[in-house]
């Protein structure tokens, strides 16, 4: 079993199941919970996961297709994008690896592309909860990477839910807007590009969605100044 990655929260490995090759998704038993809020909350966010994964695939969104879940076993069996990257180390390679203008050209389009694929999640009521850049990957088309040609996969859809109103949405937005700003300061204008192509996306709710998003940011602002 090899391992993939190992966080507070659980662990990745690569396994099988029913012979196809697939990432395991392991949740850890918290000791400091009391068990059965434990057990329900990991119960939890595995459905979470699994209904918005089943809800994207039927609105034509990428992301890995769930091939068994086991609840008691803490455990979600998933379809493993091998040669993808993560929408984090893109945007950095992107940077690293090419003239200014032809990065921020590649920033614009990636932002543009993403911002289509949250617009089309929020038109139908699906708030992903934790929108990061390493919670997006960019799945190349062929074979050797190339920086314009690939699918955008979206993951990590253990805190998400459904719901129609703009609050949840003007939420999801801000979250990333702030993931930005951490993880990606030295380029200020992505999260631009991602709300442009957002508004056209996201259907008639839109202008309420980005004021519902205004106010949030700006109820976050008030809270960082009094500290
Ligand atoms: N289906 C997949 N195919 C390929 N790589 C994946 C897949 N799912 C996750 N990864 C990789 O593993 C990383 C962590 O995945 P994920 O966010 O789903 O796990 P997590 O335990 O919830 O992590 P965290 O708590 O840090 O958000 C991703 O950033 C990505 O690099």
Redesign the pocket.
């Given at each position: 079993m090899k391992i993939?990655?190992q966080?507070a929260?659980?662990r990745?490995y690569l396994g099988e199941y029913n012979g196809e090759y697939c990432?395991v998704?392991e949740r850890f038993i918290k000791q400091y919970r009391h068990p059965d809020l434990d057990s329900q909350i990991s119960r939890q966010r595995i459905k979470a996961e699994t209904k918005a994964i089943s809800r994207c695939l039927n609105s034509g969104i990428l992301v890995?297709r769930i091939l068994h879940t086991d609840l008691n076993g803490r455990k979600i069996y998933?379809?493993?994008?091998?040669k993808?990257i993560?929408a984090k180390e893109y945007i950095q390679r992107a940077v690293a690896e090419h003239e200014d203008k032809v990065a921020e050209e590649l920033l614009k389009n990636i932002g543009a592309k993403i911002g289509t694929i949250i617009g089309k999640l929020h038109a139908n009521n699906i708030i992903h909860g934790?929108l990061t850049t390493?919670?997006i990957?960019i799945n190349p088309k062929g074979n050797n990477f190339d920086f314009n040609v690939y699918d955008i996969v979206f993951?990590?859809f253990?805190l998400s839910h459904y719901n129609q109103g703009a609050e949840g949405k003007g939420v999801d937005l801000y979250v990333l807007e702030r993931a930005l700003l951490s993880t990606h300061s030295e380029q200020p204008n992505l999260f631009e590009h991602i709300l442009e192509a957002y508004r056209k996306e996201c259907g008639k709710d839109e202008s309420t969605v980005v004021a519902k998003f205004e106010e949030v940011r700006a109820r976050g602002r008030k809270r960082t100044m009094i500290g």
């Open positions: 993939f990655k966080g929260e659980g990745l990432l998704k890995p998933m379809e493993y994008f091998g993808a993560t934790d390493s919670n990957l993951i990590d253990g």
